[in-house]
């Protein structure tokens, strides 16, 4: 990604950057849209698919559950479903005006955008050629609903995603996600409570006895340089679900992860989601999350290497000193650049401000001058 635009998304009126970094920090206050910057991106990597969007809600406490069609449990459904969605529109109101969007995309490029839009869709059943029947969904204009009651057998509320790869349509009716969406590119979020990701034993199997598994040992080891072996095994109480061991040079027992605290099983879930988006995008969410001040520099100096050798763009957000520091320190050290993107809140609109230079970046620094 070369540039940002945003519009309309949660707390984020309408926000231009107009060059992004190869490694982004992302600073400020609370509330001045850190997180929402990454869920942004999401969307866009993903051309708005429905999986993201339901993900992204998911992660904040509001999961649009899979359930069985009933007729008594309907209205209720769909009414929760509504709210989820419109929760992620500026004002979150319910708004069917053909100006009322949320955008996101390249900021230079208009074209190269996804628009998400409150709308009316229209059902109905048609034969196909092969004699078969399908639905056909189409969507209708807010001032045109009532016209057009008898060219449907069902009117419903939804969403229209559209990007310059394709359009969907989701109704808040609807059960069943659809996957079928291409990407812009492999990417991987991270968020503020993955220490035991699900996934993470997934991203081990894609990369276990190839050069990149060194790369795990090596981030394993900022905080205990003893291990030198991991593997994911069958957990004995749930045999469903593969957990993370590991050995030490000094004795060949396998020992639990989980055991060995917060940080260790935070740095695995990010190296893995790294080594896993090569060419592509890492989003991280609170980078010092369970992380010892002293260890900081040391995983950036491993995400600057592997972003470079990788070809990989890292957008993380922080609220820490700590952070920033050893972010700027790690930078100095790094053959490719980074930034950072500081977040303030004017008047009722979010701002950006990109420090991008080194001398400004050590200055600010050297004299603790506040930038979150």
Known sequence: MQSLY???????????IDELGN?????????????????AIAIYLSNGSENTLKSLLKNRGETIYTMPYSNEDDADYE????????SLFGGREENYASDYSIIIGDNLDEKDRVIIKQVYIGERQEEKDSGLHGTVREVIPADLVNQRQS????????????????????TYSRRVTSFMFKYKCNFQYVHTSDFNNDDNAALFDKIALSPEEDYIIQALNIIDPAINKINFINNENRRSERIPVVSTKESDKRYRLSSM????????TIILALLNCKDGVLLLDEFETGLHYSV?????DIIFMLSEKLSIQVFVTTHSDDCINSFVKSNQKATTKGQIIRLE????????????????????????????
């Open 151 to 170: 060219d449907f057998s069902t009117i419903r509320e939804g969403l229209m995603v559209q990007s310059i790869e394709r359009r969907s349509l989701i």
């Open 296 to 300: 900081q520099e040391k995983l950036w």
């Open 6 to 16: 945003i519009k309309q998304f949660k707390n984020i009126k309408e926000l231009s």
């Open 261 to 268: 605290g917060d940080g260790i099983n935070r740095i695995l």
């Open 23 to 39: 490694v982004n920090l992302i600073v400020g206050k609370n509330n001045v849209g850190k997180s929402t910057i990454l869920e």
């Open 345 to 372: 809140k004017r008047q009722d609109n979010i701002c950006a401000k990109v420090f991008d230079d080194s001398d400004d970046l050590r200055f600010v620094t050297d004299n603790s001058i506040e930038i979150r």
């Open 79 to 86: 009414s929760i479903v509504k709210g989820h969605y419109i």
